[in-house]
Structure formats: structure tokens, C-alpha cells
């Protein structure tokens, strides 16, 4: 868990790429996780925003980079199946048809929560990325 502008105001506008980590305050696990958001906010409770403090100014935090109970739902097995069927018409002229379909169960694959401490929506899933696609497809071959 990171703090979102935190290397800038400890360290100055020098600190471009350096990165501050929050305090460890308490629980990170939320006590509803996977619940809906509240408070005008989207998504999937998933991380307790008590648990985390901006660290005092000149300090470092104490919260590393993999804190249990932090980390995103995973990825799910996303299953991807083809039929497809070819039928000779000539000689030299074969047809082929084809049905695909990805993520044919239409499991949802969502993104890590939002891990800066001060930024809006932190310790939320928001968004997914996987959805349910079907193509037909005709080739012919001469």
C-alpha cells in the first residue's frame, strides 16, 4: 500500500520515482468484503481503508508491498471453446465454418483495488475487464 503524492511531500519535488508506503494501523481485511461499495462510491469493498494511515511527515511507513488480505481476487480459469466444420463443395474449393466463443461461461475477471491511501475509491474493486464474446466466421478456399 502506497500514499498517493506521499514521496513528494516527504521528500520534495526531487523525489520522482520514489515511493512512500502507508502505516499499518490495523485490520487491512474489510469486514464485508465483496459487498457492494457505499458512500456514492462503485464497486467491491475489499480492503478496510482504517487499517491504513498516511504516515507522519519525514517518516516511512511500515506497510510493505504484499500486505495480506490486500491483495486482488485472482484470476479466474476463463474457458474459450471452437467448433468448427469443413465440407469439400469441388475439387480445388473447400468451405470451412466456424463458431468460437471467449469466456464462454462468462466469468468475470476483475482488477486489483486502488492501493494508494488518499486516493478516491481506495481498498475498491471497480471494474472488470472479462466479458462474453461469439464470432461465426465462413472461409472459403480455392
Given at each position: 500500500?502506497?500514499?498517493?503524492?506521499?514521496?513528494?511531500d516527504?521528500?520534495?519535488?526531487?523525489?520522482?520515482?520514489?515511493?512512500l508506503?502507508?502505516?499499518?494501523?490495523?485490520?487491512?481485511?474489510?469486514?464485508?468484503?465483496?459487498?457492494?461499495?457505499?458512500g456514492?462510491?462503485?464497486?467491491?469493498?475489499?480492503?478496510?481503508?482504517?487499517?491504513?494511515?498516511?504516515?507522519?511527515?519525514?517518516?516511512?511507513?511500515?506497510?510493505?508491498?504484499?500486505?495480506?488480505?490486500?491483495?486482488?481476487?485472482?484470476?479466474?480459469?476463463?474457458?474459450?471453446?471452437?467448433?468448427?466444420?469443413?465440407?469439400?463443395?469441388?475439387?480445388?474449393?473447400?468451405?470451412?465454418?466456424?463458431?468460437?466463443?471467449?469466456?464462454?461461461?462468462?466469468?468475470?475477471?476483475?482488477?486489483?483495488?486502488?492501493?494508494?491511501?488518499?486516493?478516491?475509491?481506495?481498498?475498491?474493486?471497480n471494474?472488470?475487464?472479462?466479458h462474453?464474446?461469439?464470432?461465426?466466421?465462413?472461409?472459403?478456399?480455392?
Amino acid at each position: 500500500m502506497t500514499v498517493l503524492n506521499g514521496a513528494r511531500d516527504v521528500k520534495g519535488d526531487n523525489a520522482a520515482d520514489a515511493t512512500l508506503y502507508a502505516d499499518l494501523v490495523g485490520d487491512p481485511d474489510h469486514p464485508s468484503r465483496g459487498e457492494p461499495a457505499v458512500g456514492g462510491r462503485r464497486g467491491i469493498l475489499w480492503t478496510n481503508e482504517a487499517g491504513f494511515e498516511v504516515p507522519a511527515l519525514y517518516t516511512l511507513g511500515n506497510a510493505g508491498r504484499k500486505v495480506p488480505g490486500t491483495l486482488g481476487p485472482g484470476t479466474p480459469h476463463i474457458f474459450n471453446i471452437a467448433v468448427s466444420k469443413n465440407t469439400q463443395i469441388t475439387e480445388r474449393l473447400r468451405a470451412q465454418f466456424r463458431f468460437e466463443t471467449f469466456n464462454s461461461f462468462n466469468t468475470p475477471e476483475f482488477n486489483n483495488p486502488r492501493d494508494q491511501v488518499g486516493q478516491s475509491g481506495f481498498g475498491v474493486v471497480n471494474a472488470g475487464n472479462s466479458h462474453r464474446e461469439m464470432q461465426l466466421g465462413l472461409k472459403l478456399y480455392f
